[in-house]
């Protein structure tokens, strides 16, 4: 995996998400964009359970607060290889993020990352 690959799986959406904000409305067509598919965001941040892990077929995306709980999102494929490592906590540089999966990937989460999952919209 390269970098240019892990890159383009996160995009940086400060300009539409804040701690003041969350452009939902924009969030959810930025993912459109990507995927293709209609996705609506979570209104609440998710409760993340130790371990805790989500396939792409639940969320497509997440928009995850890096400067918010402590803890780590890793995604990795189908075959458990790690694509990408994100570090999250309120020592981080403050932005807002959205992670793509990819099929077949999943994503896990250590400790208690701030994330909102974004959900197909039928």
């Known amino acids: 995996m390269t970098a240019a690959d892990m890159a383009d799986q996160m995009l940086n959406v400060n300009d539409i998400a804040s701690d003041a904000a969350i452009e939902r409305s924009a969030l959810e067509r930025k993912v459109k964009d990507k995927i293709g598919k209609s996705v609506t965001l979570d209104t609440g941040m998710a409760v993340i359970e130790v371990l805790q892990s989500v ?50 990937q999943n994503c896990r989460f250590y400790g208690r990352p701030s994330v909102w999952f974004f959900r197909f919209s039928e």
Do not use: C, M, Y
């Open 55 to 104: 396939t792409s077929l639940v969320a497509p995306a997440l928009l995850l607060k890096v400067h918010g709980g402590a803890g780590a999102v890793l995604i990795h494929d189908e075959s458990a290889e790690l694509i990408n490592r994100v570090k999250t906590g309120p020592d981080e540089s403050q932005n807002f993020q959205i992670l793509f999966l990819k099929e077949g």
